[in-house]
Nanobody, 123 residues
């Protein structure tokens, strides 16, 4: 079992930054993929980015590329999502997720999910 706990959400103004953290515990190993997803009210959950557990590989969708950066500290078993130049459309609940599949690319590959942290960006 893997447990994930997100933190760092809050209310910010457009153009500001936030750094989310995802602390992992339990049976998580170097082959895992860590993903970040978000869900806004009334919308489907969408992919924000993913990182290999050792941090050597990341990928982002175009909508957040160049604004969001995912990093990891495997020793502390924590993954971070640095969000810069935030926009009102970034408002959502942000979830981290873990997949035992190396470089998992499908949402269905992620077995473990955190409860999420709310990010609200005002204009």
């Amino acid at each position: 079992q893997v447990q994930l706990v997100e933190s760092g959400g809050g209310l910010v103004q457009a153009g500001e930054s936030l750094r989310l953290s995802c602390a992992a515990s339990g049976s998580i190993f170097s082959g895992y993929t860590m993903g970040w997803f978000r869900q806004a009210p009334g919308k489907e959950r969408e992919f924000v980015g993913r990182i290999s557990w050792n941090g050597d590989r990341t990928i982002y969708p175009n909508r957040v590329k160049d604004r969001f950066t995912i990093s990891s500290d495997s020793a502390k078993r924590t993954v971070f999502l640095q969000m810069d130049n935030l926009k009102p459309e970034d408002t959502a609940v942000y979830h981290c997720a873990a997949s035992p599949i190396q470089w998992a690319f499908q949402e269905s590959h992620y077995n473990y999910w955190g409860q999420g942290t709310q990010v609200t960006v005002s204009s």
